[in-house]
């Protein structure tokens, strides 16, 4: 690939993504309240979960150079509302940052010194891979930046590198118009470990019930068993959002995670106009503090 993206460009890219990101994450959740059927969801609103609120904090300080690690622990620590679904590790975590504490040591200190190798910096990372689209191996350092922010084990940056390159790659993918095989080319750029295993091994699987089974459908939290299970469904349904989240829902699991994964991967290909618009429509406008609505 070689293009060149401008701010505008890239921007409207991440936009895309994070729209894909919070339908996904908001439909998702609302089968924790009654199970869902894609064909007939449920009556709006569709309130977003954590998983939104974090990603709509790393749009808000995406620009050139490095992504901004102190802005946005910054923001997390100041615009994350508990009640939106965080995980009790997590509200600590960005408590201590709203109270003064450096993140690198807050995100060090998570599980007794082990730092978090949960699925929370995947399931924000898609807007993050969508502005890098020229550059999956640019992409991939971000990724690891940006997840290092929360999450200081290696499982839970592999995780944020992985889906980041994925969103990279489908949206260079909408720009060039060539579809990409996202499995083999994100294990490439993944650290070694379970999650590049689990990537690996989603390879040689041929439906979601498989993986799920095989490599775990989030149920754990974890992105060793979120993140294989969320890009084999992109990758399957990379241009079929409805076909990606259906996917996700009938797997079970951590649903609105990995709907939010597949969902910003998978409109970091198709754009926001791949997602039903009554879909877009049901969902709970995103926080006002975002200056540009998804």
């Known amino acids: 690939m070689s293009f060149t ?24 959740a609302q089968h924790f309240v ?8 449920p009556a709006a609103p569709w309130p977003w979960t954590d998983d939104t609120e974090e990603a ?14 102190d802005g946005f622990a910054e923001l997390l620590g100041r615009r994350h509302d508990p009640y939106r679904g965080y995980g ?32 929370g910096a995947a399931m924000r ?23 290092e922010v929360t999450h200081a084990h290696a499982e839970g ?9 994925a969103a990279a790659l489908a949206a260079a993918g909408r720009l060039d118009g060539v579809r990409p095989a996202l499995l083999s080319a994100v294990a490439a750029y993944t650290p ?12 040689r699987l041929n439906s979601a019930g498989e993986v799920a089974y095989e490599l775990g459908n989030g149920a754990r939290a974890m992105a060793r068993d979120t993140v294989p299970f969320a890009l084999w469904v992109a990758d399957r ?36 106009d791949g997602i039903p618009a009554r879909w877009r429509a049901a969902r709970e406008p995103l926080p006002g503090w975002l200056t540009a609505q998804a």
Request: negative net charge; hydrophobic residues 50%.
């Open 88 to 119: 009790p590790g997590a509200v600590v975590m960005l408590r201590e940052i709203r109270e003064g504490l450096p993140w690198p040591i807050a995100a060090a200190a998570a599980f007794d010194g082990q730092g978090s190798a949960g699925n």
């Open 157 to 165: 940056i592999a995780g944020g590198v992985a889906v980041t390159v």
């Open 237 to 272: 349904f990379l241009d079929d959002y409805p076909g990606a989240i259906g996917a996700c829902i009938r797997a079970g699991g951590d649903v609105d995670t990995t709907c939010a994964i597949a969902g910003g991967v998978v409109t970091a290909y198709t754009g926001s």
């Open 34 to 41: 009654a199970p869902v059927d894609p064909a007939d969801p």
């Open 125 to 147: 990372a898609a807007p993050l891979g969508a502005w890098h689209a020229d550059s999956p191996a640019h992409a991939a350092a971000q990724g690891a930046r940006a997840a």
């Open 5 to 28: 993206l401008f701010p505008d460009t890239r921007r409207a890219l991440a936009l895309d993504s994070l729209a894909g990101l919070s339908v996904g994450d908001a439909l998702g």
């Open 192 to 203: 070694d470990g379970l999650v590049r295993d689990g990537l690996v091994a989603a390879t």
């Open 56 to 69: 709509c904090c790393l749009v808000a300080v995406l620009a050139e150079g490095d992504f901004d690690r």
